[in-house]
């Protein structure tokens, strides 16, 4: 699990491609040390397995699946790169809950300074923006950002403060620059009804009933059962 919180900005040193699996190699010094063979890393927004750690570089695997599902079929030697080591128990939980299971890819389609900061336009299709919510958040390659109020029909904006731009790549993002977007894990189980399997998969409950009888601590599936799901949803 990760905050969407970028630890620092990497730079793609190497990719060996294989049959089934591209490794990547990244040059990380801000992050590697803290890191070991089995760890996760988020990779502008993938969840990756570390294989390796020499240095300051840092090896991931990426599958066939990663390569379908997200922009990093597009990555070249020299690209930099948003990292976010794995959630460790005990740390604050200050951005959102990200996974870093992308659910698809966007596009740039506006970038406009305003003042010292900068509001980027994203183009997501509806499908993904069926997933959004008026203020909620959206990892996008990574970064957890608050999204504008919308109407989302197949698009949404978020406002990136000079902070967010002086961590980030995004200062550097063009019209027509594809990213990888998460949408909220909360809001796709609420508008979807599968709160226990995403709470399960979370690791923050066991697999079992959430409900626990009166006088417990109201669930996120009782709160989903008095009316936080999408209205024809069941």
């Not at 803290?34 to 300051?56: E, K, Q, W, Y």
């Not at 993904?128 to 029909?153: I, R, Y």
């Amino acid at each position: 699990m990760f905050t969407g919180l970028i630890r620092e900005v990497g730079v793609l040193r190497g990719v060996a491609r294989g049959p089934q699996l591209v490794r990547l190699r990244i040059a990380a010094p801000r992050t590697a040390a803290d890191l070991g063979p089995g760890d996760s890393l988020a990779v502008n927004g993938i969840c990756l397995t570390v294989t390796g750690v020499r240095g300051a570089e840092v090896s991931v695997d990426a599958a066939v699946e990663t390569l379908r599902v997200t922009t990093l079929e597009h990555w070249r030697v020299g690209r930099k790169l948003h990292l976010e080591p794995a959630l460790r128990a005990g740390q604050a939980l200050d951005g959102h809950l990200v996974l870093g299971h992308v659910d698809g890819t966007g596009k740039v389609a506006r970038s406009e300074r305003r003042g010292a900061s900068v509001l980027l336009t994203v183009t997501c299709g509806e499908r993904l923006a069926g997933w959004l919510m008026p203020k909620g958040s959206v990892a996008l390659d990574g970064v957890s950002l608050t999204v504008d109020a919308g109407p989302h029909v197949d698009r949404f904006t978020v406002n990136l403060i000079p902070h967010t731009l002086g961590w980030t790549m995004f200062d550097a993002y063009r019209v027509g620059q594809p990213v990888n977007l998460e949408m909220d894990v909360l809001v796709k189980a609420a508008r979807t009804g599968h709160s226990t399997e995403a709470l399960a998969g979370l690791g923050a409950l066991a697999p079992q009933r959430l409900d626990r009888g009166p006088g417990s601590v109201p669930s996120l599936t009782s709160i989903l059962d008095r009316g936080f799901r999408r209205k024809g949803t069941s």
